[in-house]
């Protein structure tokens, strides 16, 4: 088993209480297999640029504070370890009612979002303030999943319902109904342009959609129960996925060359050709796949109910080019960035891990309550949270 990673932990609204006459926060240390050193960052006073000056507790000192990131380090018998903390520009906690847990959300670069509670109110909101634009509705019950399509004024939703809605961002208006799961839809994936689109889901499938027509090209049915996540990307030539058994409709645009990974319950990532409909690889995993996404053309990582992440290279998965546990708990949402990704996790953290697997800055502002989906507009990324805010931070803090 994968060893756990060792972690420092500071006050989730340290920017706020540092800021304070004679101002405090605790910061902890979590070591491998050691207990954890417990501290405090204590404000003497404030600078003339409106900063406070600190001095650290029991092993730790401030390297470097800014209006919205602070570089701390622990240094004692223990370990020793820098990390540096990232607060959010801007926290939007009027889009969702109070007490309602925002479970899902997606942004443009042009300026939207959506987001979906545990309230079923589906929303597309401004970025730029959170201001609602638009409500929608007509899923019954739970919705587990919503994004953009490339174009940013369409939206495809997914949930409970077993249906899969796709919508005008500027009218609110469902355009089309996809109906052919059989159980909740958890995530989706927009192939290029859109023509075509996959989904997976609690009925252990995932289904290749013609838009167009609103029909199913083709079921993944061999995954061995529920399919939770799924994700789709060009890969490298050297990798083979396989040949059709049969030609393609001309309903099916831009699958060849891709793979489709997915992420199941029953512990294991599996890649498919999406066009030749091929099993290329299966890996065991620790527990649960919750989340999967590409990092590249050859690379991809994984994250499980019990808190490892797994990244893999395609073209030999059977040796993970990392894998490590966190201590924070499942993990619950994986993004992307540069060579790196951000990672999510079910007891409040959100953290950047790099192309070097090492994980460089924690994201602040969630007080111990599961981080949902974490996402990006180019410049910013988002976090939607059990406690029903959206926080957003600048990519220029990481």
């Known amino acids: 088993m994968a060893a756990p990673m060792e972690r420092m932990i500071l006050q989730s609204d340290w920017q706020y209480s540092l800021r304070e006459e004679k101002g405090r926060a605790w910061i902890t240390y979590k070591g491998t297999n050691c207990p954890s050193v417990h501290g405090h960052l204590d404000t003497q006073g404030i600078s003339r640029e409106g900063l406070p000056e600190l001095t650290g507790t029991d092993g730790f000192t401030v390297h470097n504070i800014s209006k919205y990131t602070l570089t701390a380090q622990y240094s004692g018998e223990l370990g020793s370890l820098t990390r540096k903390f990232v607060a959010p520009q801007i926290s939007f906690s009027a889009i969702h009612k ?12 042009g300026g939207l979002g959506v987001s979906c509670d545990s309230g079923n109110q589906l929303l597309v909101w401004q970025t730029s303030d959170g201001e609602v634009r638009r409500r929608l509705e007509g899923h019954k019950g739970d919705v587990y999943t919503c994004q953009f399509f490339p174009s940013g004024v369409v939206i495809l939703t997914g949930g409970a319902d077993m249906q899969l809605k796709i919508w005008s961002a500027e009218t609110a208006k469902c355009a089309a109904t996809l109906v052919g799961h059989t159980a909740g ?13 996959v989904s997976c889901g609690r009925d252990g499938t995932a289904k290749l959609w013609d838009v167009g027509q609103s029909s199913v090209l083709t079921t993944f049915k ?28 001309e309903r099916e ?46 690379q991809a990582v994984c994250g499980t109910q019990d808190g490892h992440v797994t990244v893999v290279d395609i073209r030999n998965v059977r040796v993970p080019l990392k894998e490590w546990q966190e201590s924070r708990s499942a993990i619950l949402s994986l993004l992307p960035h540069k060579q790196g990704f951000f990672a999510s996790t079910g007891d409040g953290s959100c953290f950047y891990v790099d ?8 994201l602040t502002g969630a007080d111990c309550d599961p981080v949902y989906k974490t996402v990006c507009d180019g410049s910013h990324v988002y976090t939607s949270c059990r406690d029903g805010t959206i926080r957003r931070y600048s990519l220029l803090h990481v």
Do not use: W
Request: net charge negative.
């Open 222 to 249: 061999d995954c061995g129960g529920i399919v939770n996540s799924c994700s789709v990307e060009v890969m490298d030539n050297s990798i083979d996925l396989g040949a059709p058994d049969n030609p393609p409709s």
């Open 355 to 362: 192309e070097r697997q090492e994980t460089r800055a924690e």
């Open 253 to 298: 645009v831009s699958t060849e060359g891709k793979m489709l990974l997915l992420g199941c319950e029953n512990a294991t990532l599996q890649g498919y050709g999406l066009r030749s409909r091929q099993k290329i690889f299966e890996l065991d995993c620790h527990s649960a796949v919750n989340v999967v996404t590409f990092l590249s053309d050859v």
């Open 185 to 197: 839809i958890l995530e989706t994936a927009v192939i290029d342009r859109g023509r075509n689109i």
């Open 98 to 109: 109070q007490n309602k847990s925002a479970v899902c959300g997606y942004v443009t670069a």
